[in-house]
């Protein structure tokens, strides 16, 4: 027979935390979006940078699962 094992409990994450990230990958795409519009050559790379966090964003958490 096992031992009773207390069972532990997770502390709740608040808002901030939850939504901490997809904020900050909303405003770097919105960013990135109105950067590329507004601008060529260092700004248009810039957006590009921008706009990739969200799919190295993906390929982490996508790596991580596996």
Same mark, same amino acid.
């Given at each position: 027979?096992?031992?009773? !094992?207390?069972?532990?409990?997770?502390?709740?994450?608040?808002?901030? %935390?939850?939504?901490?990230?997809? %904020?900050?990958?909303?405003? !770097? %795409?919105?960013?990135?979006?109105?950067?590329?519009?507004?601008?060529?050559?260092?700004?248009?790379?810039? !957006?590009?940078?921008?706009?990739?966090?969200?799919?190295? =964003?993906? =390929?982490?958490?996508?790596?991580?699962?596996?």
């Amino acid at each position: 027979m096992k031992p009773f !094992a207390p069972h532990r409990r997770r502390r709740r994450a608040s808002l901030a %935390t939850v939504f901490a990230v997809p %904020t900050l990958l909303l405003v !770097a %795409t919105i960013a990135g979006l109105v950067i590329g519009l507004n601008g060529d050559g260092l700004p248009d790379f810039l !957006a590009w940078a921008l706009l990739a966090l969200p799919l190295l =964003a993906l =390929a982490h958490a996508w790596a991580k699962r596996s």
